[in-house]
Every structure is written in structure tokens, then in C-alpha cells.
């Protein structure tokens, strides 16, 4: 490998020549299409272009390669051309459940508690406990069809309550138990459960935390529901209280034996509903089907990640991440989820390497900011853990910046850092890692296999320059559609408006020949005298200023002429607020331009985010073009209520002042 931690911006840091290790994915799925008689360049830009020439064949090659053991009779991969009226694979069956559990041995899953050692689950009993898990839901009357609800952390009951309910046939849906009780229940009263299988606590920063009171206010709310399902034990020391709903404990149900039995479902058949943020009114319920959820899962493991049977996986995530279910996912391809339950930067922000290190952890996967919260930090993980094992590491949740590129190259050692953007949407990737390809400071090496990506300027043309991101073919793992949205109104709403057939997915985003910059969401875009910017380059400038922790901008169009572009900061403990705003401007106008300098720099206690991490953009921006704040959020889905409340009181002032 070649590894440069001074290249600028652009250049080339990585280099994978030079690598010990087996044959990449790609290339031997490369070689797999070769042998088939497929007229294949070489390199992973051919390998791309085949895939969104040909995505029939891209998908149904895939699924061949990884093994995927369709019923039914074969017929075409699809029908239908233009998005979203599109049916992939009709008329086979599948269960997303029976690839990753057929035929496997060894160890299945690692659960890390906060405080505790690594607990691992053998193939055996985890096929064990989901058999046992899924003849009591059909015991119980749920058939295919009927919803499973889960609130649970990142332990492994929550892995083994989605197998079974997939194994059933029903469909799944999880919250993290500190959502608050109304964001749980705008998410599930959608789905009316049959079963909620909970953990009436959680672990976060060394205590548990209560929340019995909380989940029988959610009982109360969901009708349908015949049984609770409590998970105590490892999950949390909470007790499970009384309810009015009948009740068993988790480990009465897993210990019974049954044999594990797979209803083979429709391709298109619901798997599970993933729900948007919330922070836009009612939460979008995303249906993705078995087969399309198994075939991205396995194109973004395989291809995205090069990740590889008996690779032990580790992705920080919490159960309301779509991430989640990736790492769950990674059974699919024989590598083995460590899920680490509780706050991940507890006691220290160190404690995701110490992990890593002790599971031995091929593939790494975290936020963009977990990185940049570890390089203001100055760890220096390569000397301070043996990370001998680690091949990839994959950032997501956010742009990475290019001190974040030279401080893992600097501080982790000789990876390949796969950054990605993708979304809950496609549970998946449009744009991630290639790696056969070089790494450059600030950028996203290539498009996902499969997924058609282009940008296109506002007069819907295709531009090399920066544009709103659209995926211009169907892709397997687009939902089948939001829940509740019967004439799929919501959903054409939702993607296909603007660019009637074309995907649109609502990110800025800039495709050159150094690679791929996502540029912050379109619909928080600043727009300066017409010179539209994205956020993603401001908050790269902004919080590598050292006394900045964080940073959230908006540019908020106000009546029919007005513009307010205010930078919210949150401070380094003991900054002078005069001296910090001084340097946060010098640094504007040295990196980026004049342009991008807010009207107002405020100081903030924090900055708000979802409980996945993203932050708040849009709601504080409605806030202050007036909305109130029950109209722009959940407040049961951010990850601090008071301090938004404090972002809604500056509103309020503002608006007063300028009256």
C-alpha cells in the first residue's frame, strides 16, 4: 500500500497495490462474470458500467454469486420500466431469514455490553432461539403479513426478533428503547402490532435506565397488540412490570425447542418497515421486501465493504439505524456482527477502538463525526490497540472531511477507508467504496454497483458539476412502498415529483474524476445571491476550527425577498465567544470564500441531532422561518429535547426583535 497523510485535497492518500490479502469481492465476482461469458472490461469503473447497463443482469448475477436460493419457476428479472412501477423477480420466493442462518457453523454474533466481555452465539443456538421465538409467534397467531414490533437496544435478542419474525413470514419494525413514547407510538400505531417484544430498560453511560413507565403508556396506545414479550438478563437489569397486555419472558420462549421452519415468501413479500427521522411530520413507514432487502444487503457487504465469510464486523449503530440492519445482514455472507449495546464513546471516546481491537474486527464502521470527535480527542489508535486484524474501515451518517481522510491515515494505520452515502430509503449505498481504487483526500471513491447515480442541474440535465443526486434506473432494494399510503401518493411525493421516472433522493451532490462529493441535503442547501452552497463544505471549514465541537448552518428564505443564513457553533469549555467567532471567520474566508460568512454566528450549548445522529437542518430552519416547534418535530425522536426547545426560543426572539 501506499499511504501519503500530507496529500491535499483531491489527492491521493490510499493506494490497495501491494495488498497480501485475497482477491477483492469485486474482482472475483469480476472473474465469476467472465467465466459466465459476460464482455467485461477491466476495473471496477467496467465492472460499474456493466451493472447500470445491463441491471438485469447485474442483479440476477449477483444473487447467483452469493448464492441466493430463489423458488418458483425462473422468469424475467423484471417487469416494468419506469420507476416506481417496477416488479423484480416476479413470481419467485425467497426468505431473507433462511440465507443467513442455512448451512452455517462457528461462532454467529458477538454482543458487547457496555460494561461487559464479549459474548458470543453460536450458529446452533442462534438457529435454536429463532426457531424456539418463531413457533411461539405463530403459537401466538401472527402469520405472514401480521406486524412484529421491536423496542430494544443492540443486543442479541434484537437480532434473533428479527429472524424469526422474518422466518414466519410477518413483518418487522424496531425503535431504540430511548426513543421517547410518542415517537414510538407515531411509528407503530401505523403498523398495529400482534406482538411487541421489549426490554423495559437500557444501559447508557454506566446506569440503567427505567423505562417501564414509558412502554406500557406505549401498550396503551397500540390495541391490536395480544402479547408483550419481555427481554431482561443481559439486555437490562429493569424488571419487566405489570400490564394489562398478556405477558411472557424472553427466556421462557427461547428455551422451548422447535424446529426452525421458513415460510417462503413472495420476492416482493414485506420484510420490514424502516421509518424516516420524523422530523418532518408523521414518520414515513419504508417498506422494503425480502428479496430486495437481502440482494442490497449483499451487494453493499460483498462489493461496498469486501467483506468476507468469518470477518468479524463491527458497525456502531443503535437499532433505529438503518446500519443496523446491514450489520445484522452480515450473517448473509458468513461474517459475523459484533453489536455493541449502550453509549459507544462510554467511558471514553476510545472505547469503539478498544472493542474493535478485542473482537478482532476486519471491517470497522462508524459515523463521520465519531471520526472527527476522535481526531479533536488526539487518539492515536494504531499505537494504543492492536488493530492488527482491522482491513476496512467504513464511514457514513455524514461527509467526512479531509482532516477526518488524514487523521485516520495518520492515527489508524494502513486501511482502506470506504466512505459512503446511502440511506434508510434504499437500505443501502448509492455511493461508497471501491476496493480495487484509490482513496482521495475528501472524496468518495465511485457509484455502488447497480445504482445509476448522476447529478443533475435545476433544469434536470446531467452535469458533471454539483446537482441534486438521482438514480436514473430502478434498483431491487427502492421500497415497495410507504405503509399506509394505499394510492402511493406519498411515495411519487416523495422521489419521483421533480424528475417524473428518475429518482431523486434530496442530496446535493458533486461527480468528478477525483470522485464523489455529497455536498449536504438539497432541501438545507444555502443559497447566497443566487451561488447555491452546500453545507457539507461549511461544516468542514467550521469544525476543524480546534475550539469548535460542532456546527449547524441554515440559510432560511424569509417573505418574499428575505434571506437569514445563521451559524450555530458549540464550544470548546472556556472558549471566548468574541475570539471564537473571529477565527471561525478567518477561517470562512481563507478556505471557502466570503460568500459562505453567516449573517450571524450564535453560540449554542450543543447541537441538535436525531437520535440516528443527523442534525436537525430543516426543523431549526422552519423554526426560524416561524413554524412551531410541534409542527417541525417529534420531539421523541431528537436526541435532546431542551436544547432544540432553546434553538425554538431563539427563533421566537429573533422573530420578535425584527418585528
Same mark, same amino acid.
Given at each position: 500500500?501506499?499511504?501519503?497523510?500530507?496529500?491535499?485535497?483531491?489527492?491521493?492518500?490510499?493506494?490497495?497495490?501491494?495488498?497480501?490479502?485475497?482477491?477483492? *469481492?469485486?474482482?472475483?465476482?469480476?472473474?465469476?462474470?467472465?467465466?459466465?461469458?459476460?464482455?467485461? !472490461?477491466?476495473?471496477?469503473?467496467? =465492472?460499474? *458500467?456493466?451493472?447500470?447497463?445491463?441491471?438485469?443482469?447485474?442483479?440476477?448475477?449477483?444473487?447467483?454469486?452469493?448464492?441466493?436460493?430463489?423458488?418458483?419457476?425462473?422468469?424475467?428479472?423484471?417487469?416494468?420500466?419506469?420507476?416506481?412501477?417496477?416488479?423484480?423477480?416476479?413470481?419467485?420466493?425467497?426468505?431473507?431469514?433462511?440465507?443467513?442462518?442455512?448451512?452455517?457453523?462457528?461462532?454467529?454474533?458477538?454482543?458487547?455490553?457496555?460494561?461487559?466481555?464479549?459474548?458470543?452465539?453460536?450458529?446452533?443456538?442462534?438457529?435454536? *432461539?429463532?426457531?424456539?421465538?418463531?413457533?411461539?409467534?405463530?403459537?401466538?397467531?401472527?402469520?405472514?403479513?401480521?406486524?412484529?414490533?421491536?423496542?430494544?437496544?443492540?443486543?442479541?435478542?434484537?437480532?434473533?426478533?428479527?429472524?424469526?419474525?422474518?422466518?414466519?413470514?410477518?413483518?418487522?419494525?424496531?425503535?431504540?428503547? @430511548?426513543?421517547?413514547?410518542?415517537?414510538?407510538?407515531?411509528?407503530?400505531? *401505523?403498523?398495529?402490532?400482534?406482538?411487541?417484544?421489549?426490554?423495559?430498560?437500557?444501559?447508557?453511560? !454506566?446506569?440503567?435506565?427505567?423505562?417501564? &413507565?414509558?412502554?406500557?403508556?406505549?401498550?396503551?396506545?397500540?390495541?391490536?397488540?395480544? @402479547?408483550?414479550?419481555?427481554?431482561?438478563?443481559?439486555?437490562?437489569?429493569?424488571?419487566?412490570?405489570?400490564?394489562?397486555?398478556?405477558?411472557?419472558?424472553?427466556?421462557?420462549?427461547?428455551?422451548?425447542?422447535?424446529?426452525?421452519?421458513?415460510?417462503?415468501?413472495?420476492?416482493?413479500?414485506?420484510?420490514?418497515?424502516?421509518?424516516?427521522?420524523?422530523?418532518?411530520?408523521?414518520?414515513?413507514?419504508?417498506?422494503?421486501?425480502?428479496?430486495?432487502?437481502?440482494?442490497?444487503?449483499?451487494?453493499?457487504?460483498?462489493?461496498?465493504?469486501?467483506?468476507?465469510?468469518?470477518?468479524?464486523?463491527?458497525?456502531?449503530?443503535?437499532?433505529?439505524?438503518?446500519?443496523?440492519?446491514?450489520?445484522?445482514?452480515?450473517?448473509?455472507?458468513?461474517?459475523?456482527?459484533?453489536?455493541?449495546?449502550?453509549?459507544?464513546?462510554?467511558?471514553?471516546?476510545?472505547?469503539?477502538?478498544?472493542?474493535?481491537?478485542?473482537?478482532?474486527?476486519?471491517?470497522?464502521? /462508524?459515523?463521520?463525526?465519531?471520526?472527527?470527535?476522535?481526531?479533536?480527542?488526539?487518539?492515536?489508535?494504531?499505537?494504543?490497540?492492536?488493530?492488527?486484524?482491522?482491513?476496512?474501515?467504513?464511514?457514513?451518517?455524514?461527509?467526512?472531511?479531509?482532516?477526518?481522510?488524514?487523521?485516520?491515515?495518520?492515527?489508524?494505520?494502513?486501511?482502506?477507508?470506504?466512505?459512503?452515502?446511502?440511506?434508510?430509503?434504499?437500505?443501502?449505498?448509492?455511493?461508497?467504496?471501491?476496493?480495487?481504487?484509490?482513496?482521495? /483526500?475528501?472524496?468518495?471513491?465511485?457509484?455502488?454497483?447497480?445504482?445509476?447515480?448522476?447529478?443533475?442541474?435545476?433544469?434536470?440535465?446531467?452535469?458533471?458539476?454539483?446537482?441534486?443526486?438521482?438514480?436514473?434506473?430502478?434498483?431491487?432494494?427502492?421500497?415497495?412502498?410507504?405503509?399506509?399510503?394505499?394510492?402511493?401518493?406519498?411515495?411519487?411525493?416523495?422521489?419521483?415529483?421533480?424528475?417524473?421516472?428518475?429518482?431523486?433522493?434530496?442530496?446535493?451532490? @458533486?461527480?468528478?474524476?477525483?470522485?464523489?462529493?455529497? =455536498?449536504?441535503?438539497?432541501?438545507?442547501?444555502?443559497?447566497?445571491?443566487?451561488?447555491?452552497?452546500?453545507?457539507?463544505?461549511?461544516?468542514?471549514?467550521?469544525? &476543524?476550527?480546534?475550539?469548535?465541537?460542532?456546527?449547524?448552518?441554515?440559510?432560511?428564505?424569509?417573505?418574499?425577498?428575505?434571506?437569514?443564513?445563521?451559524?450555530?457553533?458549540?464550544?470548546?469549555? !472556556?472558549?471566548?465567544?468574541?475570539?471564537?467567532?473571529?477565527?471561525?471567520?478567518?477561517?470562512?474566508?481563507?478556505?471557502?470564500?466570503?460568500?459562505?460568512?453567516?449573517?450571524?454566528?450564535?453560540?449554542?450549548? !450543543?447541537?441538535?441531532?436525531?437520535?440516528?445522529?443527523?442534525?436537525?437542518?430543516?426543523?431549526?430552519?422552519?423554526?426560524?422561518?416561524?413554524?412551531?416547534?410541534?409542527?417541525?418535530?417529534? =420531539?421523541?425522536?431528537?436526541?435532546?429535547?431542551?436544547?432544540?426547545?432553546?434553538?425554538?426560543?431563539?427563533?421566537?426572539?429573533?422573530?420578535?426583535?425584527?418585528?
Amino acid at each position: 500500500m501506499i499511504i501519503d497523510v500530507a496529500a491535499a485535497d483531491g489527492e491521493v492518500i490510499w493506494r490497495p497495490e501491494g495488498r497480501s490479502d485475497d482477491l477483492p *469481492q469485486t474482482e472475483r465476482f469480476a472473474r465469476f462474470l467472465r467465466n459466465r461469458g459476460e464482455p467485461l !472490461g477491466d476495473g471496477y469503473e467496467a =465492472l460499474w *458500467q456493466w451493472s447500470v447497463d445491463d441491471p438485469d443482469a447485474f442483479w440476477s448475477a449477483l444473487a447467483e454469486f452469493a448464492g441466493v436460493r430463489l423458488g418458483g419457476e425462473p422468469g424475467p428479472v423484471r417487469e416494468g420500466d419506469t420507476m416506481p412501477d417496477v416488479t423484480w423477480f416476479p413470481g419467485r420466493t425467497v426468505n431473507y431469514a433462511e440465507h443467513l442462518l442455512s448451512a452455517r457453523e462457528g461462532t454467529a454474533l458477538i454482543s458487547v455490553a457496555e460494561d461487559g466481555e464479549p459474548y458470543e452465539v453460536s450458529h446452533d443456538d442462534l438457529r435454536a *432461539q429463532v426457531g424456539a421465538l418463531a413457533a411461539h409467534l405463530r403459537a401466538v397467531g401472527v402469520r405472514p403479513g401480521d406486524r412484529v414490533a421491536g423496542i430494544l437496544p443492540n443486543v442479541s435478542e434484537a437480532a434473533v426478533a428479527l429472524l424469526a419474525t422474518a422466518a414466519v413470514g410477518a413483518v418487522w419494525s424496531v425503535c431504540s428503547p @430511548e426513543f421517547g413514547p410518542g415517537a414510538i407510538v407515531s411509528r407503530f400505531r *401505523q403498523l398495529a402490532p400482534k406482538v411487541v417484544i421489549a426490554a423495559p430498560g437500557y444501559r447508557l453511560a !454506566g446506569r440503567d435506565r427505567d423505562r417501564r &413507565a414509558e412502554i406500557v403508556e406505549v401498550l396503551a396506545e397500540l390495541e391490536d397488540v395480544r @402479547e408483550v414479550v419481555w427481554v431482561t438478563g443481559r439486555a437490562t437489569s429493569v424488571a419487566a412490570p405489570e400490564t394489562d397486555v398478556p405477558a411472557v419472558r424472553w427466556d421462557d420462549v427461547v428455551s422451548t425447542a422447535a424446529e426452525l421452519v421458513f415460510e417462503r415468501v413472495g420476492f416482493s413479500h414485506p420484510l420490514w418497515v424502516l421509518f424516516s427521522s420524523g422530523t418532518t411530520g408523521i414518520p414515513k413507514g419504508i417498506v422494503h421486501g425480502h428479496g430486495g432487502a437481502l440482494l442490497e444487503t449483499l451487494n453493499l457487504l460483498l462489493f461496498g465493504g469486501d467483506l468476507r465469510a468469518g470477518d468479524r464486523f463491527f458497525f456502531v449503530a443503535s437499532t433505529s439505524w438503518v446500519v443496523w440492519n446491514s450489520l445484522i445482514g452480515a450473517l448473509a455472507v458468513g461474517a459475523v456482527p459484533v453489536l455493541l449495546d449502550g453509549n459507544p464513546t462510554y467511558p471514553s471516546v476510545d472505547r469503539v477502538w478498544e472493542v474493535a481491537a478485542r473482537t478482532r474486527a476486519a471491517v470497522l464502521g /462508524v459515523g463521520a463525526g465519531f471520526i472527527h470527535g476522535c481526531a479533536k480527542a488526539g487518539l492515536e489508535p494504531r499505537l494504543d490497540h492492536d488493530l492488527s486484524a482491522l482491513r476496512t474501515l467504513q464511514v457514513t451518517g455524514s461527509p467526512l472531511s479531509p482532516d477526518g481522510f488524514r487523521w485516520v491515515y495518520r492515527s489508524v494505520g494502513d486501511v482502506w477507508l470506504a466512505s459512503m452515502s446511502g440511506g434508510t430509503d434504499i437500505i443501502g449505498c448509492f455511493v461508497g467504496g471501491a476496493p480495487t481504487e484509490p482513496v482521495r /483526500v475528501g472524496y468518495i471513491q465511485a457509484p455502488a454497483l447497480g445504482v445509476s447515480v448522476e447529478s443533475w442541474d435545476e433544469h434536470g440535465e446531467p452535469t458533471k458539476g454539483k446537482g441534486e443526486l438521482v438514480v436514473t434506473k430502478p434498483m431491487p432494494s427502492m421500497p415497495l412502498r410507504f405503509w399506509g399510503d394505499d394510492d402511493g401518493a406519498r411515495y411519487r411525493s416523495s422521489y419521483f415529483d421533480t424528475y417524473p421516472g428518475v429518482w431523486r433522493h434530496g442530496d446535493f451532490i @458533486e461527480i468528478s474524476e477525483r470522485g464523489i462529493l455529497i =455536498l449536504g441535503r438539497s432541501d438545507s442547501t444555502l443559497n447566497r445571491q443566487g451561488i447555491r452552497l452546500g453545507s457539507a463544505d461549511l461544516y468542514a471549514t467550521v469544525e &476543524a476550527v480546534p475550539v469548535v465541537a460542532e456546527a449547524l448552518v441554515v440559510g432560511a428564505e424569509i417573505g418574499a425577498e428575505g434571506y437569514f443564513m445563521p451559524l450555530f457553533v458549540h464550544l470548546a469549555e !472556556g472558549t471566548d465567544e468574541s475570539t471564537a467567532a473571529d477565527a471561525i471567520a478567518a477561517a470562512i474566508r481563507r478556505d471557502l470564500s466570503a460568500r459562505y460568512l453567516p449573517d450571524e454566528i450564535v453560540v449554542m450549548r !450543543g447541537i441538535p441531532h436525531t437520535k440516528t445522529g443527523k442534525k436537525l437542518e430543516v426543523p431549526v430552519k422552519r423554526l426560524i422561518q416561524g413554524a412551531a416547534l410541534d409542527e417541525v418535530v417529534d =420531539l421523541g425522536a431528537v436526541d435532546d429535547p431542551d436544547l432544540l426547545r432553546e434553538y425554538a426560543d431563539y427563533a421566537a426572539r429573533r422573530a420578535t426583535a425584527t418585528d
